[in-house]
């Protein structure tokens, strides 16, 4: 390539941005060639191609732009951090009195998932189950795992409302395990609702988080991820409550699919309203058990 009958076409931010430009050049047929003196950086084409190596960068460029800009936008709509801190003191709280008779009530008994006793009518049980665990590693283990869980859904969903889908949905998938597991089915555990969550954020970035380009394989990326999880983290242990885990993924799956279509309330006040009815359909729960125990 003749030096002297290049002409200058772009200027560069440095060498890397000038040997990507070139590259693209190259791959229509237009030499390019980067000079430099390590400060500033240019790219020069013959000046027969000029034209054409300018309409081509301009092309790459915009179409880099786009496919920066045309990720889903999943907005974040609140801070995560106060509903996981509170979530968190509660399921401590319940830990602590949850192993004996604590204020005259037999907290374990009340609150388990029975599937014999919400049948007869005790419907209060798969929320209340949501908040009791059998030892110090079950609860610290859902506390973990709900924590990162409950974090990406409340980003997506709101501080308010996320939590009332995880309760919502975590309480469902806990009525669905004991509807098909019969009546001598008992469980405790906020795992249900931690795979609730899972199964929350597969379907909403399934069908929110991707953009309208992508591939068939991209667009699955989400399911692929929950159902991994859920295979990965809640199919181990002797005492593990598979059906619990798989209806509660179910369970936030299908009610990820509502939202994502549907939408929810951005708004401060209904969010702050929604995180008020979470918080008050435990707490409902918990004293109609104690009130009717």
Not at 125 to 143: E, K
Request: with cysteine.
């Amino acid at each position: 390539m003749d030096t002297d009958a290049l002409i200058d076409v772009v200027v560069c931010r440095d060498r890397d941005e000038c040997s990507e430009l070139a590259l693209v050049l190259a791959a229509q047929a237009i030499p390019a060639r980067a000079r430099g003196d390590g400060r500033s950086w240019v790219l020069s084409v013959p000046a027969e191609s000029l034209a054409r190596a300018r309409l081509e960068i301009e092309a790459y460029r915009t179409e880099s732009k786009l496919s920066r800009t045309a990720r889903p936008a999943v907005p974040a709509e609140g801070r995560p951090w106060p509903g996981i801190a509170l979530s968190t003191a509660a399921l401590l709280l319940m830990g602590l009195l949850a192993p004996a008779t604590h204020f005259g009530v037999d907290w374990l008994a009340l609150g388990r998932m029975d599937g014999g006793r919400m049948l007869a009518g005790e419907w209060w049980r798969p929320v209340t189950a949501l908040t009791l665990h059998a030892d110090s590693a079950h609860l610290l283990g859902n506390i973990g795992f709900g924590a990162f869980f409950a974090y990406s859904v409340t980003r997506y969903l709101g501080a308010g409302f996320g939590w009332l889908a995880i309760v919502a949905t975590g309480a469902l998938g806990n009525i669905a395990n004991g509807l098909l597991a019969g009546p001598d089915h008992r469980s405790i555990g906020a795992s249900t609702a931690v795979f609730a969550a899972l199964g929350l954020l597969s379907a909403y970035l399934w069908r929110r988080g991707f953009r309208s380009d992508a591939s068939r394989r991209e667009r699955i990326a989400p399911i692929a991820a929950g159902i991994g999880l859920l295979a990965f983290t809640g199919t181990g242990g002797v005492d593990t409550d598979i059906g619990a885990h798989l209806f509660g993924f179910v369970a936030g799956f299908a009610g990820g699919l509502v939202v994502a279509r549907a939408g929810f309330p951005r708004a401060r006040t209904a969010q702050m309203l929604s995180a008020c009815a979470a918080g008050a359909i435990v707490a409902a729960a918990w004293a109609i058990a104690i009130a009717l125990g």
